[in-house]
């Protein structure tokens, strides 16, 4: 009957295991191929202003404006032990855990769950006086990358960049949507252990790649914005790192 045909379109859908036959996936495509690159070819030729350091983390800036608008686009590297690059992109793509480290949060939720690899994300932020409110629409996509230097075990990347849903519009009184593309890369490198001995968590390193553009998506005054990444940037990478070796811990390393 016409019950089970529809009951059979939705299951076929559920068990297509990737996003590959979403609207979205020629983008997700697209852009998570460039945030590759983008992210592996370092600070390139372009001049990169250093703003932030602290140990192994480095964070640098290029001050741009589009229509008067800050879009300063960040790079940031920095080298943790003791964690895979899948544990990394595990805790920075799922949900689950996002209240625990992202401290510019109101609220947060999962508007489509596209597959295993791919959510598409609502998230209020916190407000900044004197600006308006922003809040943003993002798919999110997390996939391994094969290893393209010697030395280095795997690759893991999250991609986050900003999208639309009929469903979500943006409100633009009370609250500003803005834009994001951002980009999270991990590699794992491996220490060979004693003779005889099996891989711990001493014979980790993860070298951490982290890249952003917001476009804040209408009026904020730059100098208060520019003060906030300062400010937010360095904040995150060190909370979320410290939080990531936090739960790994005493957990099997989850290559
Ligand atoms: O990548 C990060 N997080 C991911 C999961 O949440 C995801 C989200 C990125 C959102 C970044 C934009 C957040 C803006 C929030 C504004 C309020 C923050 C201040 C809170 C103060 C208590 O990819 C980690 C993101 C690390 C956050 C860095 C902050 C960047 C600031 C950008 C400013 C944007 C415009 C703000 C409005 C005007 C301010 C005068």
New binding site residues.
């Given amino acids: 009957n016409s019950n089970n045909n529809v009951t059979h379109v939705v299951n076929d859908e559920k068990t297509a295991s990737s996003a590959e036959y979403h609207r979205l996936w020629p983008e997700i495509e697209r852009v998570t191929k460039e945030q590759i690159k983008y992210a592996q070819m370092g600070l390139g030729n372009d001049a990169w202003h250093l703003f932030a350091e602290e140990g192994e983390m480095k964070m640098y800036r290029r001050e741009e404006e589009v229509n008067g608008l800050v879009v300063d686009p960040l790079k940031a590297c920095h080298v943790v032990k003791g964690v895979t690059a899948h544990e990394m992109c595990h805790y ?1 793509f799922s949900p689950q855990y ?1 209240y625990d480290w ?4 109101e609220h ?1 939720t999962v508007v489509e769950n596209i597959s295993d690899d791919t959510l598409i ?1 609502l ?1 209020l ?4 006086w004197p ?2 409110q ?1 809040d ?1 629409l ?1 798919w ?1 996509h997390i996939r391994q990358v094969p290893p393209n230097e010697p030395g280095v075990r795997d690759i893991w990347i999250v991609v ?1 960049n900003s999208t639309e849903l009929p469903k979500h519009p943006p409100d633009n009184k009370k609250c ?1 949507r ?1 834009f ?1 593309t ?1 980009c ?1 890369l991990c590699q794992t490198i491996v220490s060979s252990p004693k003779e005889g001995a099996s891989i711990t968590r001493d014979n980790l390193t993860c070298k951490i790649t ?1 890249c ?1 553009v ?1 476009n ?2 209408g009026w ?2 730059a100098s ?2 520019r003060a ?2 300062k400010r ?2 360095p904040k ?1 990478l060190k909370r ?1 790192t410290a939080y990531v070796i936090d739960q790994c811990k005493n957990k099997p390393i989850m290559f």
Avoid at 102 to 105: A, I, M, R, V, Y
Avoid at 125 to 128: E, F, Q, V
């Fill in positions: 920075f996002r992202e401290t510019t949060l947060m994300f998230q932020h916190k407000r900044i600006a308006t922003r943003a993002f999110s986050n500003i803005l994001l951002v999270l982290y952003s917001v804040p998506g904020a005054p208060v914005l906030v990444y937010e940037y995150f979320f």
